[in-house]
């Protein structure tokens, strides 16, 4: 390895687990979304369930009531999407 110090650092393998952050993701229909994400682990059954949600009465939660308001009133689940990752210039 070329540098002394990352050496060190990567033997040390000092690494701790993440099991919370904030998700921002662009939905085509509504836009913008900042979703809070909590990670519950079952390391003995080698499981995760991850959570999101919406802080109470922020824009995303506003904006999550329409989808589902939208899909309620066309008797529909709302279409499929995919995250798109949102850099932080554009919010």
């Given amino acids: 390895m070329a540098s002394p110090l990352f050496a060190r650092l990567w033997a040390a393998h000092d690494v701790a687990v993440c099991r919370s952050a904030r998700k921002r993701?662009?939905?085509p229909?509504?836009?913008?979304?900042?979703?809070?994400?909590?990670?519950?682990?079952?390391?003995?059954?080698?499981?995760?369930?991850?959570?999101?949600?919406?802080?109470?009465?922020?824009?995303?939660?506003?904006?999550?009531?329409?989808?589902?308001?939208?899909?309620?009133?066309?008797?529909?689940l709302p279409e499929p999407w995919t995250p798109v990752p949102v850099s932080p210039s554009s919010a």
Avoid: K, Y
């Fill in 25 to 27: 993701l662009c939905h």
């Fill in 29 to 76: 229909v509504v836009g913008l979304l900042e979703l809070d994400c909590e990670v519950v682990t079952a390391p003995e059954h080698d499981q995760r369930l991850v959570i999101h949600t919406a802080p109470e009465g922020s824009v995303t939660a506003r904006r999550l009531a329409l989808l589902v308001n939208d899909s309620e009133r066309a008797g529909r």
